[in-house]
T-cell receptor, first 114, second 110 residues
């Protein structure tokens, strides 16, 4: 089954404790992206990647890191989480660059930073 | 700042009616336009995309694009209770950025 898999789905952590949210897709997609979704603000892009070793900032990259060492994986790293990073996070992939293709979303990871 | 604006709703329509969802965008260079549906607690899923001015129909759904007015809409005919969800408008330009509106919550009442 074609899918985007995120882990963990739910996480409660404390300020400053490094965490990684993993994202993996099995559709051989070139493009992967991370979004956060907050009430009233919609989906905001954090980082995206057009291919292996190619990443770029989205609208809200501060406090986040990403890497793309393999085509299928695109982890999101919070080096020192803060309460304002409490949010619902979605990983997405697309066969072609964003403007030309459908985004397939993972199930979401709900993060709470205390 | 490139903006995508939607009425947050909630928009309530009776079963069988036409639901009209609207979206405006600020970047005149935008080229691709998408409508996603998001059920509560779930991830967004693509309903339709449109690239050219005019209407595009798919079953009960019609997307309308007017680039001169920087306006895109989604019409849902014969609305069903299962259409109750939040509808996200997304706009993409040349530089691979995809911007989403905050979404419109639609409720279809039996």
């Amino acid at each position: 089954e074609a899918q985007v898999t995120q882990n963990p789905r739910y996480l409660i952590t404390v300020t400053g404790k490094k965490l990684t949210v993993t994202c993996s897709q099995n559709m051989n997609h070139e493009y992967m992206s991370w979004y956060r979704q907050d009430p009233g603000l919609g989906l905001r892009q954090i980082y995206y990647s057009m291919n292996v070793e190619v990443t770029d900032k989205g609208d809200v990259p501060e406090g986040y890191k990403v890497s793309r060492k393999e085509k299928r994986n695109f982890p999101l790293i919070l080096e020192s989480p803060s309460p304002n990073q409490t949010s619902l996070y979605f990983c997405a992939s697309s066969l072609r660059p964003t403007g030309a293709g459908e985004l397939f979303f993972g199930e979401g990871s709900r993060l709470t930073v205390l | 700042q490139k903006e995508v604006e939607q009425n947050s709703g909630p928009l309530s329509v009776p079963e069988g009616a036409i639901a009209s969802l609207n979206c405006t965008y600020s970047d005149r260079g935008s080229q691709s336009f998408f409508w996603y549906r998001q059920y509560s607690g779930k991830s967004p899923e693509l309903i339709m995309f449109i690239y050219s001015n005019g209407d595009k129909e798919d079953g009960r759904f019609t997307a309308q694009l007017n680039k001169a007015s920087q306006y895109v809409s989604l019409l849902i005919r014969d609305s069903q209770p299962s259409d109750s969800a939040t509808y996200l408008c997304a706009v993409s330009g040349n530089n691979n950025d995809m911007r989403f509106g905050a979404g419109t919550r639609l409720t279809v009442k039996p």
